[in-house]
């Protein structure tokens, strides 16, 4: 039996390993993706993007058939790290290509004899720091909480804090032992806090519009390509058994109002669909006020990061002990959901809000407020219309979060209040070619959706960034 220390371990060497490597290939892949032409940047920045934004058990079960039939524990965790790379690297090498130096700064360097190498060590990577460490934090706090990739890739053989906080809960009914878990888990998200502070990471803009000055070297162009490759491969898997799988495309896309073989399911997947919308909105009137007032401090507000590393797995369990003490007509409501999953989307609204505020002059700001903008037309007159892109990416990850998230859920929707991702997963793990193609489909779909979300909010964010340089 795994020990506490030893589910501890694995829990905070998966998360550092995925943010290392993730880090390692996303700044090569950044910089060549800086240098791209804006059409070529924006449509490479959507791909590499769309990993990043689908449910995490999703890709797990995208790769789960390249697997062996028997695994051992370090092949596993090979295989959840891989996975986690290929989630991360893309969002990595986003922050790095929206942080580049200015050309100024570059070609000056070069007057003086630097070489290209030169300055993008003494140079650009400096200004780039603050940004990559801030986005690697993500990284492992996301990789420290991926507790439906770690189930699915793991195929038993690699536990994490969450998955035995879930087995202790659902299945031992061993709540306190599960609590005592969750105090682990914590621990691991307050370490990589600690060293956010001792570094004074900083977020940094996902989207930018400053090319690079550099030729796009040889490593770059291999590792972008095999990024890129790697991406295809798994969305590509699942498009493939779409067609392949059951009734057909066709007779998939009919059978999603209904209840997969033998009525596996307690609603249709597009019940659940409807269900995870309802989620989405809620949250984000929740997340979006919150995140824009923490966005708008001068001091990076950790605590607003936190629970962002914090398992839902975690929260999940947390209120459903909590749902006992609440009024019925509460405490069973679908409206925990979001509720709960607002709470780790928006540290991901302040990550992509804060960059954007913090460029927006003072002076600005001072002045609208003599003029007597305060509050609503603060937001609406001033600040609004100079970060309407960033609020708009906000407001489209915490919509494709709200949608994909698995964890929290699975402790707190269920009967007919069921969302999209458990419906998929449940539709997955039992046997039918027909659920699976029910389950390929409905993935698809939400993949087709990321990949039209991520394109839109990708576009013009030079002439965004150029606002607000003016404006500051």
Known sequence: MTTNFELFTTTALIASFSAVVSAFIGYPVGNWMAGLGQRTKRLVSSLVLIPFLLPPFLIGLTLLPLQATEINSITGIFWIISAHVLMNAGFMASVVAASQ?????????????????????EIELPQQLSGILSAALLVALYSA?????????????????????????????DLGFALLLAGLQTAVTLGFFILARAIRAEPSEL???????????????????????????????????????????????????????????????????????????????????????ASGKRRTSYLVLL???????????????????????????WVLVPIVQSLFLIPLSYQVMRPARQAVSVEIRDAAMIDGAVGWRMFSSVEGPLVRKPITVAAAFVALGSLGEFGAASF???????????????????????????????????????????????????SSRRDRQAAA
């Not at 200015?102 to 030169?118: F, H, N, V, Y």
């Not at 491969?233 to 067609?243: D, H, K």
């Not at 209120?319 to 009024?327: A, C, D, E, M």
């Not at 959706?449 to 991520?454: D, E, N, Y």
């Open 307 to 333: 629970p962002i590393g914090i398992s839902p797995v975690v929260f999940g369990l947390l209120f459903l002990v909590l749902s006992g003490y609440l009024p019925t007509s509460f405490g069973t409501s």
């Open 412 to 462: 707190l929707a269920y009967g007919s209040d069921a969302t999209l991702p458990l419906v998929l997963f449940r539709l997955i793990s039992r046997p039918g070619a027909e659920n699976l193609g029910m389950a390929m489909t409905a993935a698809s779909l939400f993949i087709v959706l990321v990949a039209l979300v991520v394109f839109v909010i990708s576009g013009d964010s030079r």
């Open 101 to 121: 130096v200015p050309k100024d700064q570059i070609e000056a360097a070069s007057l003086d004899g630097a070489s290209s190498l030169r300055a993008r060590l």
């Open 207 to 293: 989207f930018g519009g400053i090319e690079s000055t550099h030729r796009k070297s040889r490593l770059g162009q291999i590792m972008s390509l095999g990024l890129l490759v790697a991406i295809v491969i798994v969305i590509g898997g699942v498009f493939l058994r779409s067609w392949s799988m059951g009734p057909g495309l066709v007779g998939n896309f009919m059978n999603l109002a209904g209840r997969g073989t033998r009525d596996v399911l307690n609603v249709s997947v597009l019940e659940a669909t409807g269900n995870s919308l309802r989620n989405l909105v809620v949250a984000g009137l929740i997340a979006l006020p919150i995140a824009w007032l």
């Open 145 to 173: 909480t991926s507790y439906g990739l770690v189930l699915t890739l793991g195929q038993g053989q690699v536990e994490t804090l969450e998955t035995r906080i879930a087995t202790a809960a659902l299945r031992d009914l």
